[in-house]
């Protein structure tokens, strides 16, 4: 395209946009005093605006094409033309180093001068959502099931502990496990009636689940406590050691690194196991793999069941975190985020999770210097993040298996 | 019997205004499978739209009919060039994409349109005019139906009987038919996809301000944030009624609509939306694919 | 296998630990008194928390205009809850690490509740204008807690006994908005109507806030036969349910709370608001501080002054008059000081009992009649116009 067309693209754009933006941006009714306001600077931003981002967006969705292609073209994939991001995750040489720093970054974190106890509670707040994101991450990117209604199974973790407490002065670590279990029970309810479900029947169901779990909690004052929730759940003991705020939240900042890395060990080894290979043979085509003597009951029941006892292990977390528990938490808005999460990362990818979650939760924290314009920006950003890379930022990569002559040895070993 | 009556016609007119919106996801849904979730807030900008225009007129000094009229007129246009928009932006360049990246895209879009609307306008609720007429002959024929319900009615009505024409007979329906069914077939026999995806936007959307402004305008009040909910509730009748299905997403609003009203007259409020969706798990259930939906046959 | 993947992780702390430098910026050194201010200030409840907000800017402006506290300049820290429970955390934690030394917020229960622990174990003293759950006062678990506006409780008996004693209804129902707020004071409002057994609650429930209408439940009301309505919640339902009963042509009367005793409801409710009765914070607009501070809010911002202003203003006043009085911003000190020192402020003077709940602070009742709420009293009623 030459530059007088696309200067004629662009401002038809731009006129386009100061049309569509018309009543919105430039019209504003004051209905008490009757006034008419007319904001019409808003409207030459917009024209100028739009203008100038069409032509950085007609760019880079060029630059997307052209790479798209390429990609298409199988190119033999020597280590040395792989991207750098999958050659730093596939070559010890390479990503060794890196860990090292990382972890001690990660163990020194609390302790660096700008870490104030917001910063941390924050990078926590994260560490929770990747849980919640590696969980999810089993039952939609690898058994490939779209689930709405993850936030139930948070609700059941967060209220399990809760209500332990509350009746029977159970402690945390009592809870932890039995509310990971509550969950996984809660799973396997909700995993019965939507077997033989596809696609986004599953998803509509998934989402009605949790919100009847949501509406439960709300209007059954005897069980629940109803909206005004749980208040003061204790944060977490250490052997019966006083903590105070700061010290208690770099606590929790350290037991949540272990269970990420928890969680993280376990749904890298699930991957690999058998039932792994079973979900993602369910993922790509669920005749096929019933066909090749997988039982998809049983894939997905534990599929459902799996991923939700993270859920549990992470909603025990965050009611102790927070202190606090009530309905108002486990909103399907919610459900989105960690959705999002799982998507925005890379379907089925660990790392694609991890920095999905940093993005997602810590970027509204972030942006609290845009104040208002916080959430406007956090939503323009999915947007931008899915058009140039709708893969995710890190795409999942296939264990590949190779067949290599193995001794004699092992041959006859059945 | 009274009372039997009037949550039925409750549970009638709330199914309209469902059935608006959700024939907007289940037409998008045929043709891209794709949630749309964005809709809702095009349901929202369309009754925004609605307010500020009545509202700008109300101040010239115009009343009656024509302020309706102009209002709902501008609210459609402007709602369609916002589906159109979104789907341009959002939607498009991701045709080929991962199947969930679109949904992800739509979520951010639904949140970007919210706060877009909630910054340039306000967050407090508005008071909405109410532009439908009243109508005198109703009572007296003793019909036991306030003339706003009757207008939402008969509106839904006529508008189905439209879109059911418009998709029967016209050029454009059947490309639309043909796009559903295959998208790379349609292309080969000389249509143009791209051109049929951004109609199937726009009618939708045009339904959605239709059922903004009606709702509105009978209920009174707008905020911002309207859009989320009346869109998952039209999401889940579309569902209900199997989604891709046109007469499916309209059964599934009316059943809908009823459950809740039933629920609440009969029962308790508390549980209105617990009995609306543990009927539709009752129903997909039994049937999987939603009451009209296509049972496809699993090719191996 | 498990330090590779695990290796993963740090690669990312790796990113946020540079955002995190950029964005953390230089720590706030300089010498102020730094009175934090936590709500909702976006949102669709931001209508609740932006006017806390601005009165807190203005009593700023006043007492530095008068040389500051203790000599040093009040510094307004500002931080958005959204009025969600998980973010208040976030907010919390934000205002204690930023040494806010006193905290005027937060503006809903829930999220109060939440940060109160917080605050609690870093020592601060809290005040909220809006926050009326009886339990946060009445359970001692928040020692650190204050505010100037009355319980639920007190405002629930206030509804009922109006409508029992002053309008004679015999047949109630009572309608709530499933939330923290309204639930709890719907509860309330059936305890006390059945335990003085003048009248009868027909109707018990909840309503689905921003649900497509509430035809349904208004056709139950009108089933149900009763005479008046007490709903527990905020305005936005409540307009919805009051312009749909009179499209109905029920003359069912209507009683509700604080959350409705706000000017927005009038606005949106329009002809239908006319004969609503809302119990809200006593009227004290006569009050000379009171109409200099609604000046001060109409010349500053331009704006009316919204739900809870006075509330927040005497918050934030009786906050730093506490700070001068005790010569220090220690919890103990401030807290004793808020407990001695009786301070004038836009409600009246005004100290803080042992609970912290302010002396002096109660409700009354509202009507609205040619469109601004009048204040009502609870012995003489208006006379009711019931609408044909």
Not at chain 2, 152 to 175: C, D, N, P, Y
Request: hydrophobic share 50%; proline share 4%; net charge positive.
């Amino acid at each position: 395209m030459n530059a007088f067309a696309q200067i004629r693209q662009s401002l038809i754009i731009a006129l386009w946009f100061m049309f569509i933006t018309f009543p919105v941006l430039v019209v504003r009714v004051n209905t008490i005093e009757k006034v008419v306001e007319w904001r019409w600077l808003n409207m030459i931003y917009v024209g100028i605006g739009s203008f100038l981002i069409s032509f950085v967006w007609r760019y880079f969705l060029e630059r997307k094409a052209q790479g798209g292609k390429e990609d298409t073209h199988p190119a033999p994939a020597t280590a040395t033309e792989k991207p750098f991001m999958q050659r730093l995750m596939a070559e010890p040489r390479l990503y060794r180093p890196f860990l090292i720093v990382l972890s001690l970054f990660g163990l020194a974190f609390p302790f660096l001068p700008f870490a104030s106890t917001y910063q941390i509670n924050i990078v926590t707040n994260a560490l929770l959502y990747i849980m919640l994101g590696l969980g999810l991450n089993i039952v939609v990117g690898l058994a490939g099931l779209l689930h709405l209604g993850y936030v139930a199974f948070y609700a059941v973790g967060a209220y399990s502990y809760a209500l332990l407490y509350y009746h029977f002065g159970i402690g945390f670590w009592v809870a932890l496990p039995i509310g990971a279990l509550f969950a996984a029970i809660f799973g396997i309810i909700l995993g019965f009636p939507v077997l033989r479900l596809r696609g986004d029947y599953l998803a509509i169901v998934t989402l009605g689940f949790a919100e009847i779990t949501r509406l439960v909690l709300e209007n059954w004052n005897g069980f629940s406590f109803g909206p005004s929730g749980i208040a003061g759940i204790p944060r977490p003991g250490l052997f019966g050691m006083e903590m105070d705020l700061h010290q208690g939240t770099i606590y929790i900042y350290f037991l949540m690194i272990a269970l990420c890395l928890f969680t993280i060990f376990v749904v890298n080894r699930l991957q690999n196991s058998r039932i792994g290979r079973a979900w993602v043979a369910l993922r790509e085509d669920e005749v096929a793999c019933e066909a090749m003597g997988v039982d998809p009951t049983t894939a997905k029941l534990t599929a459902f069941a799996l991923g939700s006892t993270w859920a549990g292990l992470a909603g025990v977390v965050f009611a102790a975190k927070t202190t606090f528990v009530n309905p108002a938490s486990f909103t399907f808005l919610e459900s989105a985020m960690i959705l999002s999460i799982v998507v925005l990362g890379g379907m089925g990818s660990i790392v694609g999770v991890i920095i999905g979650a940093f993005i997602l939760i810590l970027l509204p924290e972030y942006l609290r210097a845009f104040s208002e314009y916080r959430m406007l920006l956090f939503g323009m950003i999915m947007v931008v993040m899915m058009i140039f890379r709708p893969q995710g930022i890190i795409v999942g990569i296939r264990q590949i298996y190779e067949f290599k002559k193995v001794a004699a040895k092992e041959g006859n070993r059945q | 019997m009274d009372y039997f009556f009037e949550l039925f016609l409750g549970g009638l007119t709330r199914g309209s205004i469902y059935a608006l919106i959700a024939l907007g996801y289940t037409m998008v849904y045929g043709i891209i499978e794709l949630i749309n979730f964005a809709h809702g807030e095009i349901y929202m900008i369309g009754a925004f739209t609605a307010l500020i225009v009545s509202s700008v007129l109300a101040f010239a000094g115009m009343s009656g009919p024509s302020v309706l009229f102009l209002a709902a007129s501008v609210a459609i246009i402007y709602s369609a060039a916002y589906g159109f928009t979104v789907e341009k932006i959002a939607y498009k360049p991701l045709r080929q994409a991962p199947r969930l990246s679109p949904l992800i895209s739509a979520i951010g879009m639904s949140i970007f349109l919210q706060n877009y609307v909630m910054l340039a306008q306000t967050s407090d609720f508005l008071p909405f005019p109410s532009l439908l007429p009243e109508l005198p002959f109703l009572e007296s024929y003793g019909l036991k139906i306030g003339s706003s319900e009757f207008i939402i009615l008969v509106t839904t009505a006529v508008s189905m009987v439209l879109l059911m024409l418009l998709i029967k007979f016209t050029k454009m329906g059947k490309a639309m038919r043909a796009t559903a069914q295959d998208r790379n077939m349609a292309m080969l026999v000389g249509v143009d996809v791209n051109r049929t995806i951004s109609y199937t936007f726009i009618i939708g959307s045009i339904l959605a301000a239709i059922g903004g402004v009606l709702i509105a305008s009978h209920i009174g009040r707008i905020n911002f944030y309207i859009g989320f909910i009346a869109g998952i509730k039209a999401f889940t009748a579309a569902v209900l009624g199997g989604i891709g299905s046109i007469p499916g997403a309209v059964l599934g609003a009316f059943i809908l609509g009823w459950t809740e009203s039933f629920a609440t007259g009969y029962v308790s409020s508390d549980y209105e939306d617990v009995f609306a969706f543990v009927l539709l798990v009752l129903i997909l259930i039994i049937r999987p694919s939603g009451l009209l939906g296509r049972s496809t046959v699993q090719k191996v | 296998m498990k330090i590779r993947l695990s290796g993963r992780v740090f690669l990312s702390w790796f990113i946020i630990a540079g955002l995190a430098g950029i964005f953390a910026g230089p720590a706030a050194a300089a010498d102020t008194i730094k009175l934090g201010v936590a709500g909702s200030h976006s949102g669709d409840l931001a209508s609740y928390g932006l006017p806390t907000k601005r009165a807190a800017e203005l009593v700023a402006k006043e007492f530095n205009a008068k040389g500051g506290v203790l000599g040093k300049k009040v510094e307004i820290l500002s931080e958005d809850d959204v009025c969600k429970p998980e973010l208040a955390t976030n907010t919390a934690t934000k205002l204690v690490s930023r040494g806010a030394h006193v905290v005027l917020g937060h503006i809903c229960s829930g999220a109060t509740k939440t940060a109160l622990g917080i605050y609690k174990d870093a020592g601060i003293v809290t005040m909220s204008s809006s926050a009326t759950n009886p339990e946060l006062t009445q359970s001692g678990k928040y020692p650190n807690f204050f505010r100037t506006i009355a319980s639920d409780d007190a405002q629930a008996k206030l509804d009922a006994d109006f409508a029992m004693d002053v309008l004679k209804v015999k047949k109630i129902a009572i309608l709530h908005d499933k939330g923290d707020y309204g639930k709890g004071l719907a509860e309330f409002a059936r305890g006390f109507i059945e335990a003085s057994k003048k009248a009868q609650v027909v109707v018990f429930e909840g309503i689905t806030p921003g649900a497509v209408d509430y035809s349904a439940v208004v056709n139950k009301i009108k089933q149900s036969g009763a005479e008046a309505v007490i709903y527990g919640g905020y305005h936005p339902e409540a307009s919805s349910i009051v312009i749909q009963m009179r499209k109905k042509k029920m003359g069912t009367l209507f009683i509700s709370d604080d959350g409705v005793k706000d000017d927005t409801f009038i606005k949106v409710a329009g002809k239908a608001a006319e004969g609503v009765y809302a119990s809200g914070p006593r009227d004290t607009t006569k009050n000379p501080l009171a109409i200099a501070a609604i000046a001060a809010n109409k010349s500053t911002y331009n704006t009316d002054p919204g739900a809870f202003f006075l509330n927040g203003y005497a918050a934030a006043q009786a906050l730093l008059n506490a700070i001068q009085k005790a010569k220090s911003t220690k919890y103990e000190d401030v807290a004793k000081a808020l407990r001695t020192y009786p301070v004038d402020t836009p409600l009246g003077k005004i100290k803080f009992d042992k609970r912290g709940d302010a002396i002096g602070v109660g409700f009354s009742m509202y009507q609205v009649r040619n469109g601004v709420y009048v204040e009502v009293p609870a012995a003489t009623p208006a006379p009711v116009k019931k609408k044909k």
